[in-house]
């Protein structure tokens, strides 16, 4: 297994433009996370995923952002017309949904956006 | 609501010294605790966590963390840093290790030779 995986690494867009990421967890983790981290900050919560289902949404997930996980495998993450705002890491993690010691979300590397 | 704050944005160790970074947290119940490392332009390396059992907790690359409720607190711990430790590292806190977590802003470690 090599991990969380997110492609593409670096992203520049556009203005108003829409981009799409992708984030392959772990194959045995049922739970995928999506975060953003801003310059200097912490990483912030945006949705998670246990399957296909989408259990959880930040109030920092605008109208704009859609995340999906079709086959409870990889999931996307869709911002439409993306502001300067948006630029950002996005972090993917996985992780099980419960049971035993082996609690704890595995990272991805992120997906570094950045909107001109 | 939860909260954790690093009160430490920026600190300087020199290679061989120690070194103690500073995690605060607010939870109303029994927090999972967490400690990662961000290379530049990386994801975050899980470093050592805690739910229960014995507060000072062992992680990889040589770190400890000792929790204490007392406190709120749950600092990083090394005994003697090496140059390649140089990082931002971030504590977090959660109701559980399969949920969301609140992460601190950050604490940016230099090594000086």
């Known amino acids: 297994d090599t991990g969380v995986s997110q492609d593409p690494r670096h992203k520049i867009t556009k203005r108003g433009q829409n981009v799409t990421f992708r984030c392959d967890p772990i194959s045995e983790h049922n739970r995928l996370y999506w975060y953003r981290q801003t310059l200097g900050q912490g990483p912030e919560f945006l949705t998670y995923f246990q399957n296909e289902a989408q259990l959880e949404k930040s109030r920092l997930l605008s109208d704009r952002f859609s995340a999906e996980r079709p086959k409870g495998s990889f999931s996307t993450l869709e911002i439409q017309r993306t502001e300067q705002g948006d630029s950002a890491m996005y972090l993917c993690a996985s992780s099980l949904a419960q049971g035993g010691a082996n609690y704890g979300y595995t990272f991805g590397s992120g997906t570094r956006l950045t909107v001109v | 609501a939860q909260s954790v704050t690093q009160p430490d944005i920026h600190i300087t160790v020199s290679e061989g010294a120690s070194l103690e970074l500073r995690c605060n947290y607010s939870?109303?119940?029994?927090?999972?605790l967490f400690w990662y490392v961000q290379s530049p332009g990386q994801g975050l390396q899980l470093l050592l966590k805690?739910?229960?059992?014995?507060?000072l907790v062992q992680g990889i690359k040589g770190f400890e963390a000792e929790f204490k409720r007392s406190q709120s607190s749950f600092n990083l711990r090394k005994p003697s840093v090496h140059w390649s430790d140089a990082a931002e590292y971030f504590c977090a806190v959660g109701p559980s290790g399969y949920s969301t977590l609140t992460f601190g802003k950050g604490t940016m470690l230099l090594v000086s030779p």
């Open positions: 805690y739910f229960s059992g014995d507060t």
């Open positions: 939870y109303g119940a029994t927090p999972y």
